[in-house]
């Protein structure tokens, strides 16, 4: 049940092993406060990955020492459920399990205002419930729409996604074959409105002149996330806002009769 | 100098609300001479300042503020209450008895005991310490009878409605007397379980929908509705 | 070491509220001593999993992933295959989990759940013997909590039992005394179904799948697991007061009427 090198990742046609041109990410699907008990909360179905993101807090932190006088902490958990990949993976945490965490951590803690509330700790749990590439990018997505609607104050939201190379050809959006396969996988996450960069990783090979390429084609990628990702805080208010309005303009009409 | 969001829009954080000498309201920051929107939240300006009203946030306490908290932990200087906000509040035994303090004599679990609720106000509070409570005032201390829910605190403003319009709505039509926290803990006290199953409603409905407009009217017919389909008896019908 | 918890402190008004409503036969949320929350079963819902199942209970959510492996029998059950059962309450699903490996509850959790399907012989487990004392399929059952709003037993059994039901392992062919897996799938070898109700004790009467309230105010809460053949094969009392012998017998015929419904919500 392990997974076997495709022939080619790239076919004839220039079209990858499920379908997409290079510059294609994959069908992605969000979703914002579907947890009754996390302050604030956010689901992502990016390709075959699917991750819920959990917010808690601003809340004191215990133990007390873990306390920061003068901001709050950001602790982040990036977790795989383990029946989230094709072997069983261990429920216990991997050493990969934790780098990830601290990465999306510092990915997402430069837009927080974290000044606005010392000693506390604002929490952010991330669980894969199933893999296929690029988690820590899609986690980084739904984690910044789980701290807007857990109402945590940010200067923008940050949004991920990462290029790569597969069979010589810079891509957009690798899935789990083309990470393993391909030959370089760049994850990028940046603030949308400013163009920071918040998280950049790379392993593989690169000229420098594909490395130039595949990162702004990772911009490209994370510009194209960002409107889905305000798309989808939108949507949760304006529905309500429309159904809300025409009960009054039913109402009005009642009234005139 | 422009203000580029329109009033009630609907923003979220990292917009672009205005441009130019204007002043910081709520959820938003200044960045050169741009203003943008912390959070998701309504537009509002007076012309003069920016501001978002939040739809989502916890409860920050504000000196001042009338609170619904719940005694958590007696220690020997005082009492530690839960009030919804980032911080646990402390309230002080001095302030709780009239006369000076005698650990010897007094006994605090006796006044507030772990799992009572209280109706206080935000006495002090500063980023650098837990907020300080007082139950000095009329109506403040122990909570006997009534029912207390939850809603996000950021709605209470919509509660209460421009000059109280929304609240005194809800106390007429459903004839039980509310009292707000603001940090979004609400006591209805009613003349019967189903009146106050009505103010219940109510509240959750104008939480659910307080980004929209016509809500006041709206979650009047509402409660008319449903006291009929109930069979409930109502003051103002 | 088991360590009474800090619990959170629960307003006395709503204690009271809650004792009173049930003294006149009532629940805070509308519902009678013996209804379920509505339950909703989705399979199928991670396919990288050999079987997976989400199930809500009101507002309690669970995710539960089955993987089939091939690995080596228990050395006093040569000719069995291997069920593992295991429960995670992460941190995303309620303010009161903390982070670190399976705690008492988690770890209680997946032994219910276990024992009910084990006792009552859900799976076959001959029939997941490849080479007797050599190789087995080895099935894991993992249970992940996604969202605490009271009664993990029932939902985490519920969604186990789904999960399994829903599941596909590779049919295979002893081929020189290797394993030569076959592109066809089938289901796991089921002969039996276990369900699970759990009813917490406030004041003295019982009620069946208690809400998160009603946990925190419950004197004691007590699950009896129940078989297709409608015998107990387990039971389990949790919580620090006690069950009158009356209380047990009303749960047991009361756990027993219960799980004609589980049964038609799980359509078997």
């Known amino acids: 049940m392990s997974q076997v090198k495709p022939e080619r990742l790239i076919n004839e046609q220039g079209l990858r092993i499920d379908g997409r041109r290079p510059d294609q990410i994959r069908p992605t699907k969000l979703e914002v406060g579907l947890l009754k008990n996390a302050t604030g909360s956010a689901y992502i179905e990016q390709g075959k990955n699917r991750i819920l993101v959990a917010v808690y807090g601003p809340r004191e932190i215990h133990p007390r020492h873990l306390a920061l006088p003068d901001r709050a902490t950001i602790r982040c958990r990036y977790h795989m459920a383990p029946f989230s990949t094709e072997v069983r993976k261990s429920p216990a945490p991997t050493r990969r399990e934790l780098e990830l965490s601290k990465v999306i951590r510092e990915s997402l803690e430069p837009v927080v205002f974290t000044e606005y509330y010392p000693r506390t700790t604002i929490d952010v749990f991330i669980e894969v419930l199933q893999s296929d590439g690029g988690t820590r990018c899609a986690g980084i997505t739904a984690a910044s729409l789980a701290l807007a609607d857990a109402g945590i104050p940010m200067r923008d939201l940050v949004v991920a996604c990462a290029s790569g190379k597969v069979d010589g050809q810079i891509v957009l959006d690798l899935c789990d074959l083309e990470d393993k396969f391909g030959e370089a996988d760049l994850p990028v996450a940046m603030i949308p409105r400013s163009e920071e960069i918040t998280l950049i990783q790379m392993d593989g090979s690169f000229t420098p002149e594909e490395f130039k390429q595949a990162f702004k084609l990772a911009i490209d990628g994370c510009k194209q996330i960002y409107v889905m990702q305000k798309e989808v805080l939108r949507k949760k208010y304006i529905a309500v806002k429309e159904v809300a309005e025409e009960e009054t303009v039913e109402a009005g009409e009642k009234e005139g009769q | 100098m422009t203000i580029i969001a329109e009033k009630r829009q609907l923003v979220t954080p990292g917009d672009l609300l205005a441009e130019g000498n204007y002043l910081t309201g709520e959820s938003t920051f200044k960045e050169g001479d741009k203003i943008y929107a912390t959070r998701i939240g309504l537009v509002d300006t007076d012309g003069r300042s920016v501001s978002v009203v939040a739809l989502k946030g916890g409860y920050i306490p504000s000196v001042g503020d009338l609170v619904i908290g719940k005694v958590i932990d007696v220690s020997l200087s005082g009492w530690v209450v839960d009030i919804n906000a980032p911080y646990a509040a402390i309230l002080h035994a001095s302030d709780a008895i009239e006369r000076p303090f005698n650990p010897q004599r007094d006994v605090l679990t006796s006044i507030y005991d772990i799992g009572d609720m209280i109706l206080a106000k935000v006495a002090a509070y500063d980023r650098t310490r837990n907020p300080v409570l007082t139950t000095h005032g009329p109506g403040l201390g122990k909570i006997t009878r009534g029912r207390i829910m939850e809603i996000v605190a950021a709605k209470i403003p919509r509660l209460i409605g421009k000059r109280g319009s929304m609240i005194n709505m809800l106390k007429r039509e459903t004839g039980c007397h509310l009292t707000i926290g603001q940090n979004g803990l609400i006591l209805i006290s009613g003349r019967s379980p189903e009146d106050e199953d009505l103010a219940v409603l109510a509240i959750r409905k104008i939480e659910e929908e307080a980004h929209t407009s016509g809500l006041t009217d709206r979650i009047c017919s509402m409660i008319r509705e449903e006291s009929q389909k109930r069979g409930v008896s109502n003051v103002s019908s | ?268």
């Open chain 3, 1 to 268: 070491m088991s360590v009474t918890r800090e619990t959170e402190v629960i307003a006395k008004m709503k204690q009271k509220q809650i004792a009173d409503l049930i003294s006149r036969g009532r629940r805070l949320d509308g519902r009678s001593f013996i209804d379920y929350r509505e339950i909703k079963i989705e399979t199928g819902v991670i396919e990288k999993a050999e079987g997976s199942a989400s199930v809500s209970l009101g507002n309690t959510k669970i995710l539960a992933g089955v993987k089939i492996e091939i690995g080596e029998p228990f050395p006093d059950t040569p000719d069995e295959g291997v069920l593992t059962v295991n429960a995670e309450l992460v941190p995303l699903a309620s303010a009161t989990f903390e982070l670190g490996p399976p705690d008492e509850n988690a770890i209680e959790l997946a032994r219910v759940v276990d024992r009910g399907l084990r006792e009552s012989k859900a799976i076959d487990l001959k029939k997941l013997c490849i080479n007797p004392g050599k190789k087995v399929f080895v099935t894991f059952v993992d249970i992940y909590v996604l969202d605490h709003d009271g009664n993990l037993v029932d939902a985490s059994a519920i969604a186990a039992l789904a999960s399994l039901i829903n599941a596909k392992m590779p049919s295979y062919e002893i081929k020189a005394g290797e394993i030569e897996l076959k592109p066809e799938y089938t289901q796991l070898p089921l002969q039996n179904y276990s369900f699970t109700v759990t009813m917490a004790k406030i004041g003295d009467k019982l009620v069946v799948d208690p809400s998160i309230e009603e946990e925190q105010v419950m004197d004691a809460q007590i699950t009896v697991t129940t078989d297709q053949n409608g015998n107990i094969c387990a039971m389990q009392k949790s919580g620090l007061e006690v069950f009158s012998i009356g209380n047990v017998l009303d749960a047991v015929e009361m756990a027993l009427e219960k799980a004609k419904q589980i049964r038609t919500i799980l359509g078997v």
